[in-house]
């Protein structure tokens, strides 16, 4: 296929339109049903269709922005080095990783824009999605920060390994202050935000473990905070392995098996690309996913 246009659903008029003319000029595009969507994320589906693009169309809204379904298949296009190509409804900015794209501005989908759209897809070929450079620096104090919150969210997980649930809480609950301090402190840096989402799905986990272990993992609100912060680390730099992993984690326990499997896989990735041997997390959350799979074989 030519292109796969992600869209929400409240921009699904523009999505009809816009496959339409694209259609009309010559190229073979994939536009979701809506019925594809119902109980999956990102089952394997759509995973396939997005691989077997050439481009994909990000139309780009206030809606969309807020979307899991929209900023779960742009970030899989990432992972699958498709190019994106953003099409931006409204005033909403792109995330901050997709701002040195060259974008359309499509407050009309009309037949001119379908033509330059087109064209850019017929010209996208093996191109890679151009990210924004990731532009921080650390204080002393940040970097102190960051190194005791992580060993500390890493004692929690230690310990609901060991089955310690006791000690896991009380460790949890000591991180409370000081996570709240450290959002208050520096709000925009992504590590902080990336840690918040930890925090969050470490509460959860705390929380319901022994539903966890027997693959009963209840809905909770932290998870959707939990998953909103990784997000918003991805969309200042989506090459991050610990936050591909922790939406991955997240949505393991959202039984989105298939879209947790392929961030999980993308996070191991990515972590070889940063120069990483291995990583452990992540390779502990995979064979977690692997027991709440219907194709598990007991032992």
Known sequence: MDAFISHSSRNRVAADRLEKLLEAEGLDVWLDDSEIRLGVLLGKELQSSIRECRAVVLLWSKPAS??????????????????????????????????NTVFLPLRRVGPSAARRLSQAIREAGDSVTPLAPLMRSESPELSEAIANIAERQY???????????????????????????????????????NLDGYHLKNAYMVQHWDAIQAGRAPHDPLLDQAEHRFFETLFVDPTDPSAINGLGSILMFQRDLDAAEFFIRAAIRAAKKWGMETYPAAEQDLALLRRFQPNHAPR
């Open 66 to 99: 807020a979307s899991r379904w929209v900023n779960s298949e742009w970030l899989t296009a990432l992972n699958l080095d498709r190019f994106i190509l953003p099409c931006v409804l409204d005033q909403t900015p792109l995330p901050q990783c997709l701002q």
């Open 155 to 193: 004692a929690v997980t230690d310990e609901l390994g060991r089955r310690q649930l006791a000690t896991a809480a009380e460790i949890q609950e000591s991180l409370d202050n000081t996570m709240q301090e450290a959002r208050q402190r520096w709000p925009l840096d992504p590590m902080i935000v």
